[in-house]
């Protein structure tokens, strides 16, 4: 059985699009199309045009962190940069350091990092390169839900604007779809379908203060809760609305 099917979606530079979907419907399959870690059965998948490769134009962000072990923060963030003259390599280094937030913590080492603190740094790796696509897979499942709230609004400030890259953000929440996309689509069990499409509006602030907020909640659970349940083999267990 394919994975995927009939899937034709475009995501632009400045914008998240957020994935939501049941376990096993495809989402992460999706993100290793993109990054062309694997390429499509039939149909095409183009980047910037061209068929994507692995680490040309686009970056992933995964939910473990990655971080090496036996490297202190500065250097798994110069690792990202095998190519860069050394020079330029730390300026770029120290400058995503400070965009999110992490500068004193340069000589650490990840096992002295907070959750938040890993997930920052690997969202700072990721950034380093300077991608025209940032892949996330549930980059934020494991923090708490202060920490989660917290990357998502420094994720919107980060990606913000004509210059900031595409973003593919693979969830399971509800709410966090929500926050973090511009616009959400909606993927059914396997084979992966988009069954629906939504564009968020300017919230302007908090998300959840805005009088459109518990509508489309309503309807994303709405479409959620038809989706699954109409699959005798979904777990729909696997969403939660948590922020």
């Known amino acids: 059985?394919?994975?995927?099917?009939?899937?034709?979606?475009?995501?632009?530079?400045?914008?998240?699009?957020?994935?939501?979907?049941?376990?096993?419907?495809?989402?992460?399959?999706?993100?290793?199309?993109?990054?062309?870690?694997?390429?499509?059965?039939?149909?095409?998948?183009?980047?910037?045009?061209?068929?994507?490769?692995?680490?040309?134009?686009?970056?992933?962000?995964?939910?473990?962190?990655?971080?090496?072990?036996?490297?202190n923060l500065r250097d798994n963030l110069a690792?990202?940069?095998?190519?860069?003259?050394?020079?330029?390599?730390?300026?770029?280094?120290?400058?995503?350091?400070?965009?999110?937030?992490?500068?004193?913590?340069?000589?650490?080492?990840?096992?002295?990092?907070?959750?938040?603190?890993?997930?920052?740094?690997?969202?700072?790796?990721?950034?380093?390169?300077?991608?025209?696509?940032?892949?996330?897979?549930?980059p934020f499942a494991a923090l708490d839900a202060q920490a989660r709230e917290l990357m998502q609004q420094e994720l919107r400030q980060l990606v913000s604007g004509?210059?900031?890259?595409?973003?593919?953000?693979?969830?399971?929440?509800v709410d966090e779809a929500l926050v973090l996309g511009h616009r959400i689509i909606l993927l059914s069990p396997r084979p992966g379908r988009i069954v629906a499409r939504l564009s968020t509006p300017d919230w302007g602030g908090d998300p959840r203060d805005h009088p459109d907020w518990p509508e489309l909640r309503r309807r994303m659970w709405q479409q959620l809760r038809e989706s699954v349940l109409n699959d005798p083999n979904s777990d729909f267990h696997h969403f939660d609305g948590r922020p």
Not at 3 to 19: F, M, P, Q, R, S
Request: proline share 10%.
């Open 1 to 71: 059985m394919a994975v995927l099917e009939d899937i034709d979606l475009t995501v632009n530079k400045g914008e998240v699009l957020a994935v939501l979907g049941p376990s096993g419907c495809g989402k992460s399959t999706l993100l290793r199309l993109l990054a062309g870690l694997i390429r499509p059965a039939e149909g095409k998948v183009t980047l910037n045009d061209a068929p994507p490769s692995p680490g040309k134009g686009s970056s992933i962000v995964f939910q473990n962190y990655r971080l090496l072990p036996w490297k």
């Open 79 to 138: 690792f990202a940069l095998p190519d860069w003259p050394e020079p330029q390599r730390r300026e770029r280094v120290d400058q995503v350091l400070r965009l999110v937030g992490l500068t004193r913590f340069a000589e650490t080492w990840p096992a002295k990092l907070s959750g938040g603190m890993k997930q920052r740094a690997a969202l700072a790796r990721a950034l380093a390169p300077r991608p025209d696509f940032l892949l996330m897979d549930e």
């Open 162 to 173: 004509p210059d900031g890259p595409g973003v593919v953000f693979v969830t399971h929440s």
